[in-house]
T-cell receptor, first 115, second 111 residues
Framework: KAGVTQTPRYLIKTRGQQVTLSCSPISGHRSVSWYQQTPGQGLQFLFEYFSETQRNKGNFPGRFSGRQFSNSRSEMNVSTLELGDSALYLC??????????????FGDGTRLSIL | LAKTTQPISMDSYEGQEVNITCSHNNIATNDYITWYQQFPSQGPRFIIQGYKTKVTNEVASLFIPADRKSSTLSLPRVSLSDTAVYYCLVGDEAGANNLFFGTGTRLTVIP
């Protein structure tokens, strides 16, 4: 079974630009969550999508947005990039919504660098 | 969401058993305890999950006392490749869930 796939793996942008990151969940997983990881702040939750609806949201500004498609694939968008947005962006999928408490399965992330 | 407290770092020699304890005093009735492992520049990998007592799989054991206010991840006979950051999470699907990873425990295995 293929794991969570994130594209691109690396990205370099400049301040003020916008960026779109993509995540393909494990087949059958309908929940997709996004996280930002930086050395200073650790792993921070951005938002979660389930069946194309945002179900949970972390404490990030409105510049960070996302969406989920009918095939469960998800995209995350960051507008007006700032230097502090440089981070590893991780996507995780799970069988959330099924019986029991389902753990998350992570991709290897997109390393975003802002110049 | 119950917050967790873990040691910042631990060192161990190869071949030893390593126990990492996580405190979660405010754990709720519906919360599960989940542990992840993360290597540099990779996403966290699910290790083990439990609700109470003891859970064992092919890579680790998870011990949860009756009051569930703490849990201990046990890694048998660690090798150099077990050097990583280990995160303990507490939560349930229905609630705000997943989301607070904390600082994790950086385990360094020494040859």
């Amino acid at each position: 079974k293929a794991g969570v796939t994130q594209t691109p793996r690396y990205l370099i942008k400049t301040r003020g630009q916008q960026v779109t990151l993509s995540c393909s969940p494990i087949s059958g997983h309908r929940s997709v969550s996004w996280y930002q990881q930086t050395p200073g702040q650790g792993l921070q939750f951005l938002f979660e999508y389930f069946s194309e609806t945002q179900r949970n949201k972390g404490n990030f500004p409105g510049r960070f947005s996302g969406r989920q498609f009918s095939n469960s694939r998800s995209e995350m968008n960051v507008s007006t990039l700032e230097l502090g947005d440089s981070a590893l962006y991780l996507c995780a999928s799970s069988l959330r919504g099924s019986e029991g408490n389902q753990p998350q399965h992570f991709g290897d992330g997109t390393r975003l660098s802002i110049l | 969401l119950a917050k967790t407290t873990q040691p910042i770092s631990m060192d161990s020699y190869e071949g030893q058993e390593v126990n990492i304890t996580c405190s979660h005093n405010n754990i709720a009735t519906n919360d599960y305890i989940t542990w992840y492992q993360q290597f540099p520049s990779q996403g966290p990998r699910f290790i083990i999950q439990g609700y109470k007592t003891k859970v064992t799989n092919e890579v680790a054991s998870l011990f949860i006392p009756a009051d569930r206010k703490s849990s201990t991840l046990s890694l048998p006979r660690v090798s150099l490749s077990d050097t990583a950051v280990y995160y303990c999470l507490v939560g349930d699907e229905a609630g705000a869930n997943n989301l607070f990873f904390g600082t994790g425990t950086r385990l360094t295995v020494i040859p």
